[in-house]
C-alpha cells in the first residue's frame, strides 16, 4: 500500500506516490521518463530502494496523473522550470532531509540538474539511461523531429502516439523499439503487472502536452553543469540503448567530479527490465558505499 498527495505548485497539479512511511534514514525520490507516469516505479523500484528506503514516485509536470495549469504554453517548458517545480515538491515531501534522487530516462536528466542547481537538497543521484542534451535517437528522435516540423508533422506524431496507446497489445509491442533485446525484455517477471498498471496512465496522457515534452526537449542541455555537480553519482545505462546512446553516459561520467559509471553489456533503455539482475545488483552496491 501507499499514500498518495497531490500538490498544486506554480498551476502544476504534480502527483506523488509514497512507499515505506514507517522507514528512517535518507529517503529516496523516483523520477519517470517523458510520455509514461510515475507508476512504472510503483512495482519494480530498485530493491534496495523498495527493500530499504523510505521513497516517493513523483510526476513529471504534465504527465497524468499531473497536469499542466490551462493555458500553458509549450515555450514555457524548460529545464529550469522543470526542477523547480519538482525541488518544490520534493521540500514538501520531505523537509527536511536530503534525497537520494533516482530518475529514468529524461527523469534521469532532471535528477542531474536538479543536483547541479540545488546541491543543498540532494545527498546523491543515479541517473538510469538519462542525457545531458536532449536529442534523443530511435523512433524518439523521429517523434521529436516531427513535433518540431510544423503542424502536419505534429499531426502524424500525434498520429504515432494514438496507434502506441491505442490498445495494451499495441503499447505492449511498441515498448520492444526501447528495448536492445526483446526476449530479455518479454520475458521479464513484472512487466505483465506493469503494463496493467501504466498502459491506463498512458490512455489519459494529455498528448498537447506531450508534443511539448518533444518540441522543448532538443533544446534542454546541461552540458556545462555536469562539473557543478558536487553530490556522489551513479550512471547506470544500456550499452546499447537506441534511445540516448551510451556516449552520452560515457560523457556524463567524465564531467561529473564523483561520478561512478556501469554500462550494462546488451541492455537498451530499459535496463531495469532487460537485465534487472545486474541491474539491481549495480545499484544496490553503489547506494551501500554512498549512503
Known amino acids: 500500500m501507499y499514500a498518495i498527495r497531490e500538490m498544486i505548485i506554480e498551476g502544476h497539479t504534480i502527483v506523488a506516490h509514497s512507499f515505506n512511511s514507517d522507514r528512517t534514514g535518507t529517503p529516496a525520490v523516483l523520477l519517470h521518463g517523458d510520455s509514461t507516469s510515475l507508476n ?28 499542466f495549469p ?27 532531509s536530503k534525497i537520494i534522487l533516482i530518475g529514468h530516462s529524461t527523469g534521469g536528466f532532471v535528477a ?26 530511435g523512433i524518439f528522435g523521429a517523434l521529436q523531429w516531427l513535433a518540431c516540423h510544423g503542424k502536419a508533422a505534429e499531426t502524424l506524431a500525434k498520429m504515432d502516439y494514438r496507434i502506441f496507446f491505442s490498445s495494451r497489445f499495441m503499447f505492449r509491442t511498441g515498448l520492444s523499439v526501447y528495448a536492445s533485446d526483446r ?15 501504466v498502459y491506463p ?36 545505462a544500456g550499452e546499447k540503448d537506441p534511445v540516448v546512446p551510451a556516449s552520452q553516459s560515457r560523457f556524463i561520467a567524465e564531467k561529473v567530479p564523483r561520478c561512478d559509471l556501469v554500462l550494462l553489456e546488451g ?4 535496463p531495469m527490465a532487460e537485465c534487472p539482475v545486474p541491474y539491481n545488483r549495480a545499484i544496490t552496491a553503489w547506494l551501500e558505499k554512498v549512503v
Not at 267 to 270: C, E, I, S, V, Y
Open 183 to 197: 526476449s530479455h525484455l518479454y520475458s521479464y517477471d513484472a512487466l505483465e503487472e506493469i503494463i496493467d498498471l
Open 267 to 270: 541492455a537498451g533503455h530499459l
Open 112 to 137: 542531474l540538474h536538479m543536483a547541479a542547481l540545488f546541491p543543498e537538497m540532494v545527498h546523491c543521484v543515479i541517473s538510469i539511461a538519462g542525457y545531458a542534451w536532449g536529442k534523443c535517437s
Open 40 to 67: 512504472v516505479w510503483t512495482l519494480a523500484p530498485p530493491e534496495i530502494v523498495r527493500d530499504r528506503f523510505r521513497w516517493h514516485a513523483l510526476s513529471l509536470p504534465g504527465h497524468y496523473p499531473g497536469r
Open 201 to 236: 496512465d498512458a490512455r489519459k496522457l494529455d498528448l498537447d502536452a506531450m508534443l511539448s515534452y518533444l518540441n522543448r526537449l532538443p533544446a534542454f542541455d546541461i552540458k556545462d553543469e555536469l562539473d557543478r555537480i558536487s553530490v556522489p553519482t551513479l550512471v547506470l
Open 70 to 96: 490551462e493555458g500553458f504554453r509549450s515555450q514555457d517548458l524548460t529545464a529550469d522550470t522543470i526542477a523547480r517545480i519538482l525541488a518544490e515538491a520534493m521540500g514538501r515531501l520531505e523537509p527536511d
